[in-house]
């Protein structure tokens, strides 16, 4: 069964641009957590799907968003980029809907210049 | 929501011993408290978890206790060996998965 699968791997933008990052889940999984990791700042949460719905949503600010589609595929988008936008952009899919278990990808490194 | 501290951020131990990584939540509805690994340039993945009906949980040298009551969890390693060298994240919550600020535990040869 292939993993959970994130691209682009790398990303580099400059301030004001946007960006869209994608995620396949693991095949069956219909639940996709986004996280943001950033050095000493741990794994913090974006937004979370279920069956297409956002059941969840982290402290950003609304420059972030997402979506799932009707394949459990996700996509997040950053708009109007800034430079502590600059990350990993992890994503991590669970087979349940209690998001026990999350699979990682092995993420997107965003660099913002 | 859910607040997850974890200390300490920086732990070195020498190999052969043991290592000890605790982490306090918020919420007194969690229910399930993973723990993941996140090798250097790697994704992060789920070594053990332990479920609130249960105090304690082992896996060959890693084991987990929760206390309930004092609303906070434990990792341990024993026989520490250079491939536990990483960075450990506890986490909680339901639907909405928040993790503690990671423990970069460094394992001296």
């Known amino acids: 069964k292939a993993g959970v699968t994130q691209t682009p791997r790398y990303l580099i933008k400059t301030r004001g641009q946007q960006v869209t990052l994608s995620c396949s889940p693991i095949s069956g999984h219909r639940s996709v957590s986004w996280y943001q990791q950033t050095p000493g700042q741990g794994l913090q949460f974006l937004f979370e799907?279920?069956?297409?719905?956002?059941?969840n949503k982290g402290n950003f600010p609304g420059r972030f968003s997402g979506r799932q589609f009707s394949n459990s595929r996700s996509e997040m988008n950053v708009s109007t980029l800034e430079l502590g936008d600059s990350a990993l952009y992890l994503c991590?899919?669970?087979?349940?809907?209690?998001?026990?278990?999350?699979?990682f990808g092995s993420g997107t490194q965003l660099s913002v210049l | 929501g859910e607040n997850v501290e974890q200390h300490p951020s920086t732990l070195s131990v020498q190999e052969g011993d043991s290592a000890v990584i605790k982490c306090t939540y918020s919420?007194?509805?969690?229910?399930?408290f993973p723990w993941y690994k996140q090798e250097l340039g790697k994704r992060p993945q789920l070594i053990i978890d332990i479920r609130s009906n249960v105090g304690e949980k082992k896996d060959q040298r890693i084991a987990v206790t929760l206390n309930k009551t004092a609303k906070h969890f434990s990792l341990h390693i024993t026989e520490t060996q250079p491939e536990d060298s990483a960075v450990y994240f506890c986490?909680?919550?339901?639907?909405?998965?928040?993790f503690g600020i990671g423990t970069k535990l460094q394992v001296i040869p």
């Open positions: 799907y279920f069956s297409e719905t956002q059941r």
């Open positions: 919420d007194s509805a969690s229910n399930y």
């Open positions: 991590a899919s669970s087979l349940d809907s209690r998001n026990e278990k999350l699979f």
């Open positions: 986490a909680a919550g339901y639907q909405k998965v928040t």
